[in-house]
């Protein structure tokens, strides 16, 4: 997601016990975690502004990391802090507060109020996942689910969350996650969401980890999504390809709706009405990179894996996205702008590592990507 940001360690924060612990940027403190009962917890975010000497709770965005006892925290540039926790499994141990990324801007401006993200870091980058658009029953559900059936390992679909009823032939969680309005506008207004919209007179919605989770397997991410949440992912941190499918003619796009037999005549009306004010976005918004014509499924489906880059011996990804295994004991120290692990305890086997955060990218609302594990040049 994003370019790479401009990055490097201005300010060294030693570890923390009890969670209980600050941060200092500019004229404000960012508190972070808390603890209950004895039991430290990643419970939320405090900021006092020095100034005013007043103290606010702001909407904390995205999924945070796990409790836990100790961590270390360096202020980056671009208004991140990252966190190092100890004693955390390998998937939770690196974590980006974003108290002034653009994401956070956008945000703050967006709610009208204080906002901070999590972005959760991990190593290596991501395939570039792919929006696919177009009205109900051009075929892209179709289109999709022959790319995965001949590419399994390279290609995963973002399960989408909706409030419309599922179709006979569709399961919870595969083809969408059926969900309660106002269960997903909880959601939503957690910052769950990378992008909803009200499609057809249901609410629709991608949520972060539905496209995260595809991205870390190592796959290109498919998002099966309109007009509408194609223009909110462009305008997103997540950089993605744009594909917009077209009919051939719109009656032949109604015969394939009816065809189909998903819909109530009622339905069908509606979609076909909402066809043409789609079909006019897909081709002249500048939201999609490429048009497909669905006129004959082979063809199409070839310019497809051609748009792709796909030939029948394409290497298959499937690379997993690694988290970071830290010693459970570790001291934590800025090495020009490479940051040094180094295992202590009785039993320390002398494990150091060294990140490298000079080709990170991407962040919140996504993962935080591009983390290296580096050398330190010899003295
Ligand atoms: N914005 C947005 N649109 C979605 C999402 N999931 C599906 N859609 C769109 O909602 C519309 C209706 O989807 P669906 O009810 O499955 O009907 P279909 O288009 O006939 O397959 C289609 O244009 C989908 O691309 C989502 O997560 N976000
Ligand atoms: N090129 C094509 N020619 C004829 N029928 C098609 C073609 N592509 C898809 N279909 C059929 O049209 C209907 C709608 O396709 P679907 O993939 O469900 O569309 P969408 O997901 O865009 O709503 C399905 O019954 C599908 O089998």
Known sequence: MGGAPAFFVDHL????????????????????????????????????DKITNKWSSPTV???????????????????????IKKGSASDDSIWF???DSPFVREQRKLLGK????????????????????????????????????????????????????????????VHYHFTDKNVMEKEINDGKFLEFASVHGN??????????????????????????????????SLDAMFIFVCPPSMKELEDRLRARGTETEEQIQKRLRNAEAE?????????????????????????????????NDTPVNGVEVEGINLPKEHTVTKMEDKILIQETGEAAKNIRIVLDLS?????????????????LKSS
């Open 114 to 173: 204080e906002v901070v993200a999590w972005s959760k870091g991990v190593r290596g980058n991501a395939e570039k996942p792919i929006v696919i658009s177009g009205p109900s029953g051009v075929g892209k559900g179709t289109l999709i689910t022959m790319l995965m059936k001949e590419f399994p390992s390279m290609f995963g679909f973002s399960v989408s969350h909706t409030t419309r009823s599922p179709r006979c032939m569709e399961k919870n969680g």
């Open 359 to 375: 080709s990170i990218n991407g962040g919140a609302p996504g993962r935080t990507r591009g983390i290296g594990l580096g050398t």
């Open 97 to 99: 507060l974003e108290v």
């Open 13 to 48: 924060e030693n570890g923390h016990t009890n969670g209980d612990s600050s941060v200092e940027i500019g004229d404000r403190s960012y508190v972070i975690g808390g603890s209950h009962e004895g039991n430290p917890l990643f419970l939320g975010v405090q900021i006092h």
């Open 279 to 311: 079909i006019k976005a897909g081709k002249s918004s500048g939201i999609f990179g490429h048009i497909l014509y669905n006129d004959n499924l082979d063809e199409c489906y070839k310019s497809l894996k051609n748009l792709l880059g796909i030939d």
């Open 203 to 236: 609410l629709y919605g991608t949520s972060i980890e539905s496209v995260e989770v595809v991205t870390d397997s190592g796959k290109r991410c498919i998002l099966d999504i309109d007009v509408q949440g194609a223009r909110s992912v462009k305008a997103s």
């Open 61 to 83: 965005l995205g999924t945070g990391p796990k409790p836990c006892k100790a961590y270390s925290a360096f202020v980056l540039k671009q208004g991140r802090i990252l966190f």
